[in-house]
T-cell receptor, first 114, second 115 residues
Framework: DAGITQSPRHKVTETGTPVTLRCHQT?????MYWYRQDPGHGLRLIHY???????DKGEVSDGYSVSRSKTEDFLLTLESATSSQTSVYFC?????????????FGSGTQLSVL | AQTVTQSQPEMSVQEAETVTLSCTYD???????LFWYKQPPSRQMILVIR??????QNATENRFSVNFQKAAKSFSLKISDSQLGDAAMYFC????????????FGTGTSLTVIP
């Protein structure tokens, strides 16, 4: 499958601290996405990127920012973590942004905000 | 935003039996795609099957098939000859051309396979 690496795999942090999650891909996919997964909510889109330095908001973007300075890296930052941001975060990539396109997922980051 | 509804939080099936997972969606688009993704305990998301809305024929992939009812906006997944390795969380997902080609996921159905 596509080479998508998320780091860290697990993180515990305190409320109010900044947190950055990293997604690295080796497939040269143009499109990259950050989702959060919560029980009873499924996966919800936080932010996505359609090219270097080109990003846009998803449905649950409040409290999150992203950056993409290189094709292969997509960073998700929680400026001041809150307990409501405790979740599993998934990065996904796609070669094209077409509705029939397969998404390739990383293995997720379990984030706990205490 | 589009909505995707999975009304069965949990399902169970006896090994070698057949199980059907339900999914309904809401859209005003005519051109869209539907997907089923599997998430085993490893957390890896695996594409199981996809359906193009303009195709009337239901998609099949080995033991996995769908029942796509466009008018009813229903997209169920049938797993035949269930195996222990089928135990996972299953997510239904929608992607359409008018919604920026973003993917919308349901809340998931946790499938248990009983030996």
């Amino acid at each position: 499958d596509a080479g998508i690496t998320q780091s860290p795999r697990h993180k515990v942090t305190e409320t109010g601290t900044p947190v950055t999650l990293r997604c690295h891909q080796t497939e040269n996919h143009r499109y990259m996405y950050w989702y959060r997964q919560d029980p009873g909510h499924g996966l919800r889109l936080i932010h996505y990127s359609y090219g270097v330095k080109d990003t846009d908001k998803g449905e649950v973007s409040d409290g999150y920012s992203v950056s993409r300075s290189k094709t292969e890296d997509f960073l998700l930052t929680l400026e001041s973590a809150t307990s409501s941001q405790t979740s599993v975060y998934f990065c996904a990539t796609a070669f094209r942004q077409k509705p029939n396109e397969k998404l390739f997922f990383g293995s997720g980051t379990q984030l706990s905000v205490l | 935003a589009q909505t995707v509804t999975q009304s069965q939080p949990e399902m169970s099936v006896q090994e070698a039996e057949t199980v059907t997972l339900s999914c309904t969606y809401d859209t005003s688009e005519s051109d869209y795609y539907l997907f089923w993704y599997k998430q085993p305990p490893s957390r890896q998301m695996i594409l199981v099957i996809r359906q193009e809305a303009y195709k009337q024929q239901n998609a099949t992939e080995n033991r996995f098939s769908v029942n796509f009812q466009k008018a009813a906006k229903s997209f169920s997944l049938k797993i035949s000859d269930s195996q222990l390795g089928d135990a996972a969380m299953y997510f239904c997902a929608y992607a359409g051309t008018l919604t920026g080609n973003q993917f919308y996921f349901g809340t998931g159905t946790s499938l248990t396979v009983i030996p």
